[in-house]
């Protein structure tokens, strides 16, 4: 069974700020990874989706990456701005099984 | 394109009475899934569909939920008796049958049972 984590919880950061959200999984044969972020009430917007034979993708200011080897995946956000608060949340998909294990997601609030 | 939709998009029902729960795909999408989220704890799954077929029904919590897909588009799941522990948010995601399967999620359901 897939276990995901998400550290930390919460994170509060100034305006401006670059800053790395952690994601790590148990299960190394993971298919790919998918990062999303939540707002307050609202669904799941989709950010990013990672195939296990990529190593990074990229979206405007986002960035995410995976390391299987490690069980790690980063999501890397570049000249945060306010706007970018929410809950982000990261997602694996195991091969052989055609469901996503969530973490329990981190909260970022941006501070102008 | 539209994105999935769910409705409604809040219920409060009492302990023991019946609850149906909808979600709208993205049009394509063949694969449906339905997800939970019980207050603090993470969202997990709990059933996917192929067009109408069930593939993988391993997260329903019991018989108390029953989940079906009419044709292969539009999915309802229902809960009945249900009880205080089944609130939460209840969400669909849909995705297109590639390798890639990024989900798309819709907006929840929040379920409270009283």
């Known amino acids: 069974k897939q276990e995901v984590t998400q550290i930390p919880a919460a994170l509060s950061v100034p305006e401006g700020e670059n800053l790395v959200l952690n994601c790590s999984f148990t299960?190394?044969?993971?298919?790919?990874l998918q990062w999303f972020r939540q707002d307050p009430g609202k669904g799941l917007t989709s950010l990013l989706l990672?195939?296990?034979?990529?190593r990074e993708q990229t979206s405007g200011r986002l960035n995410a990456s995976l390391d299987k080897s490690s069980g790690r995946s980063t999501l890397y956000i570049a000249a945060s701005q306010p706007g970018d608060s929410a809950t982000y949340l990261c997602?694996?998909?195991?091969?052989?099984?055609?469901?996503?294990?969530f973490g329990s997601g981190t909260k970022l609030n941006v501070k102008p | 394109e539209a994105g999935v939709t769910q409705f409604p998009s809040h219920s409060v029902i009492e302990k023991g009475q019946t609850v149906t729960l909808r979600c709208d795909p993205i049009?394509?999408?063949?694969?449906l899934y339905w997800y939970r989220r019980v207050m603090g704890k993470e969202i997990k799954f709990l059933l996917h569909?192929?067009?109408?077929?069930?593939?993988?029904e391993s997260g329903m919590p019991n018989n108390r939920f029953l989940a079906e897909r009419t044709g292969g588009t539009y999915s309802t799941l229902k809960v009945q008796p249900a009880e205080l522990e089944d609130s939460g948010v209840y969400f669909c995601?849909?995705?297109?049958?590639?390798?890639?399967?990024?989900?798309?999620f819709g907006p929840g359901t929040r379920l409270t049972v009283l």
């Open positions: 997602a694996g998909r195991v091969y052989n099984f055609n469901k996503f294990y």
């Open positions: 299960d190394s044969a993971i298919y790919n």
């Open positions: 990672i195939q296990s034979s990529q």
């Open positions: 049009s394509g999408h063949d694969n």
């Open positions: 569909f192929v067009k109408e077929s069930k593939q993988d």
């Open positions: 995601a849909t995705t297109q049958t590639t390798p890639y399967n990024e989900q798309f």
